[in-house]
């Protein structure tokens, strides 16, 4: 399966996964070049000792399904009727309708739009925002801030489900009332992808904005004096000081948001994909398919698809991370 | 007579009264900060609209926008967790306990000795588990919801809840493993050689020189996974039934069934939410190097 064969792209991600800093040349030497080490004498079999129960249980309960999913979808298994009891093997056909079916574009396009305009630039750019703005703060100032920013990220997402869909009713929701129309304009309805562009903006950049509040506090004082003394605006600081310094983190933190939202089922909840499929991102698209049409074997097929857009997400921001900064 | 040397020079950081000088900040600077407490308070609004309104009587709880200088009672806690309703959270709240910090303990047991492994590099190709581990994470969760539940119908472990312990386990093992490596990665090689050079061995090595450097990591991966099992919403609504439910399905049929009553729903929200928000608090500090998998520090 493509996804296990990942070790290609190996030395970037480990870049990537261990960052700017230098704690990892010190403390772990990089596998690819050196010799293995075995400072405290773990020796080869305890060490396998220590990772297989984990291994297999992966294996069981993500692995297999995967294997599974892989398998229904060459066939015609459905959740009812005849193809439930004997499922007949159909070869490539759920591929080949996925891929002539309008409606599988139509979640593609909504997903791209998703995870465009709520994690690459709604997330992104908000979480800089509120690190770049509360970094002249006082640190308990900004840890309040913070964590006022982070009750949107740690609620369940049934509870953020509730909370938005009272907020947004059309009849008592309170964004209704603040705006002076009772009743006003059902937002759910008339505007689904709007309002799960802004749901997930408002869910996620706690993330990102923990993460630009570290990247910021590593940018070198010294060079921010330098650009002072220069007498450099703050755009052009922002240009030529503080970008350099956070380039790596701000692609960690693409990728990390983009599979996130990519694969994120909590939109279903606030719109079920409708109405008329307006809002139906890939994952809602997998589970009306699956769960609520019954066509298994069609909804294994655009699992694995999707699974390919995934992996291949990540080998492009891996390839751009690749490239370091002169 | 006072001479002018009686007077202690007074540093440019500081006002000539001696207090610290607020640090210049321009304009600019300020209209940001000011943005982000707009932005901030957004952020929260929604919560503290849930707050306030569990904090309500119903009739209060009706009138929009809510209203501050409604009187607060408990009424709507004692509603929810009471037998009101014709039914109690309590066994939904037990079985998010028992899912939450079991699949958490066992996730610990598993991801430390793996992790430990890993990052020591016993043998060669070893990165290649680790990208394994992190792959794994890749996999769209709604296309292994199938699978997973025909498995549960064979081998009759649906609506247990030690179906979602095991799972639970199984999907926050791959993050535990990079988060545990990442805090790992802060313990010296030197130190560890230095306890071998002292004749240390295994168990020694880890009670004295590893676990006292990892153990503020160790408290945030469990943080973190006791978060993700709690929440967790879509295979435990479609994995258990009325016996095995937990807090959030309990919680999503609430809402269906008493929908109207805002100001218990609100409070039903709150109780569920209150052990994820003290564990997120909690781990504040470590949760974005857990969750970059090492990436920040």
């Known amino acids: 399966m493509g996804w296990a064969r990942l070790p290609a792209a190996e030395p970037a991600l480990d870049a990537v996964a261990t960052g700017a800093t230098a704690a990892p040349a010190a403390t772990m030497p990089a596998g690819r070049a050196g010799p293995a080490t075995d400072v405290v004498g773990l020796g080869r079999w305890r060490a396998l000792g220590f990772v297989t129960p984990g291994l297999v249980l992966i294996g069981v309960f993500l ?60 997330q992104n750019l908000l979480g800089f925002f509120f690190a770049y703005a509360l970094r002249p703060a006082r640190p308990a100032v900004r840890r309040l801030v913070e964590a006022l920013v982070l009750l949107a990220w740690i609620l369940p997402s049934s509870v953020v489900a509730f909370l938005w869909i009272a907020m947004l009713d059309r009849d008592g929701g309170t964004v209704n009332v603040l705006l002076g129309q009772v009743p006003g304009v059902a937002w759910l309805i008339e505007y689904p992808m709007v309002a799960i562009v802004v749901f997930n903006i408002w869910r996620g950049t706690a993330f990102s904005m923990m993460l630009y509040s570290a990247a910021l506090s590593g ?75 019954g066509e298994m074997g069609y909804s294994g097929a655009i699992s694995l698809l999707v699974l390919l857009v995934n992996l291949l997400l990540a080998l492009v921001y891996l390839r751009v991370a690749r490239v370091r900064p002169a | 007579m006072t001479s002018i040397t009686d007077t202690a020079p007074v540093p440019a950081t500081r006002t000539a009264a001696g207090a610290p000088r607020e640090k210049r900040r321009s304009p600019s600077g300020l209209v940001l900060t000011l943005l982000a407490w707009v932005v901030g308070v957004l952020f929260v609004l929604p919560v503290l609209w849930m707050a306030l309104t569990s904090l309500h009587s119903e009739p209060a709880a009706a009138t929009n926008p809510p209203s501050i200088a409604a009187p607060p009672t408990l009424q709507g806690y004692r509603d929810f967790f009471g037998a009101g309703a014709g039914t109690t959270p309590w066994p939904s709240l037990a079985n998010s306990l028992t899912a939450s910090v079991t699949s958490t303990i066992l996730v610990l047991l598993l991801s430390i000795p793996a992790a430990y492994a890993l990052s020591i590099k016993p043998v060669r190709k070893w990165t290649d588990v680790l990208f394994f581990f992190l792959s794994t994470k890749m996999l769209p969760v709604v296309a292994g919801l199938l699978p997973i539940y025909l498995f549960a119908q064979s081998v009759g472990l649906l609506d247990n809840i030690w179906l979602l312990v095991l799972f639970y386990t199984s999907m926050n093992l791959p993050i535990a493993v990079w988060m545990m490596r990442s805090f790992l990665a802060e313990v010296p090689v030197e130190m560890l050689e230095a306890a071998s050079m002292d004749g240390a061995g295994l168990t020694r ?62 409070a039903a929200a709150v109780a569920v939410s209150l052990p994820v928000l003290i564990a997120g608090f909690a781990a504040q500090d470590k949760l974005v190097q857990g969750l970059s998998l090492g990436a920040v520090k």
């Not at chain 1, 000081?241 to 960690?252: E, F, G, Q, S, W």
């Not at chain 2, 609504?237 to 439910?245: E, H, K, N, P, S």
């Open chain 2, 205 to 266: 090595t880890l009670q004295s020189v590893v676990a006292p450097v990892v153990m503020p990591g160790i408290a945030a991966t469990s943080l973190i996974c006791f978060i993700f099992s709690w929440n967790e919403l879509l295979f435990a609504r479609v994995l258990t039934g009325t016996v095995a439910q937990t807090a959030p399905v309990y919680l999503t049929g609430f809402v269906t069934s008493q929908g109207l009553f805002l100001a218990k729903v609100c």
């Open chain 1, 219 to 293: 940018v070198p004082p010294s060079q921010l004096e330098t650009a002072r003394l220069a007498g450099a605006s703050t755009g052009q600081t922002l240009r030529d000081v503080i970008l350099p310094n956070i380039r790596r983190y701000a692609l960690t933190n693409t990728l990390l948001i983009t599979l996130w939202t990519f694969n994120d089922f909590t939109p279903f909840l606030l719109t079920a994909g409708g109405p008329n499929h307006r809002s139906e991102v890939v994952a809602a698209y997998i589970y009306n398919t699956a769960i609520v049409g």
């Open chain 1, 63 to 122: 692995v297999f399904p995967a294997l599974w999913t892989l398998y229904i979808g060459v066939t015609d298994y459905r959740l009812t009727g005849t193809a439930a009891r004997a499922p007949q093997i159909v070869g490539l056909e759920n591929y080949r309708r996925a891929l002539t079916d309008p409606t599988f574009y139509r979640s593609m396009w909504l997903t791209l739009v998703f995870v465009l305009g709520s994690a690459v630039l709604g």
